[in-house]
């Protein structure tokens, strides 16, 4: 396989308005919770915090982990926003939800009052939709995917 092929498949969507709701709120959400552990923002404890908090529940070492889950959170939000690379995108979002379930919700059971895993379950739900789905139309997937296309068929 050639890397326009590869291009091809990571980018190809369907033409659905369905997955743009899902895009633009999961990508506010994921942005918003990057931006807590990166940054301190909207309450979060930034990545010394977070960093410590990780350590003490054996995600080490925890700056490293907090780094790579805040900038997972907070760069793949932005991309589910405009839709650009939403396969892959969503693919690191869905492992960062299942660690975050297994790690830290699944003990408390379902229910978010209990700390539980429902909202992660709920954003893996979408990052998987989205990984299936592609980022649908009025994505810069779909604009470079048909742009790469139209060049071809004129060769």
């Given at each position: ?94 492992i960062t939800m299942i660690v975050a379930i297994l790690t830290v919700h699944i003990d408390n ?13 709920s954003l893996l739900a979408i990052t998987i939709a989205l990984f299936i789905q592609g980022g ?20």
């Amino acid at each position: 396989m050639n890397i326009k092929q590869l291009t091809n498949n990571m980018i190809k969507t369907e033409q659905s308005l369905a997955v743009l709701p899902l895009r633009l709120i999961a990508g506010l959400l994921f942005t918003a919770h990057g931006a807590q552990k990166l940054f301190a923002w909207f309450g979060g404890y930034g990545l010394d915090g977070t960093g410590q908090w990780m350590e003490s529940i054996g995600l080490t070492p925890g700056y490293l982990m907090a780094l790579m889950a805040g900038s997972a959170e907070f760069f793949g939000g932005l991309l589910l926003i405009i839709g650009f690379m939403t396969r892959p995108t969503s693919f690191v979002l869905a492992i960062t939800m299942i660690v975050a379930i297994l790690t830290v919700h699944i003990d408390n059971g379902l229910f978010i009052t209990n700390n539980g895993y429902e909202f992660g379950l709920s954003l893996l739900a979408i990052t998987i939709a989205l990984f299936i789905q592609g980022g649908g139309k009025y994505s810069i997937d779909e604009k470079v995917y048909q742009k790469l296309n139209q060049n071809n068929s004129s060769l």
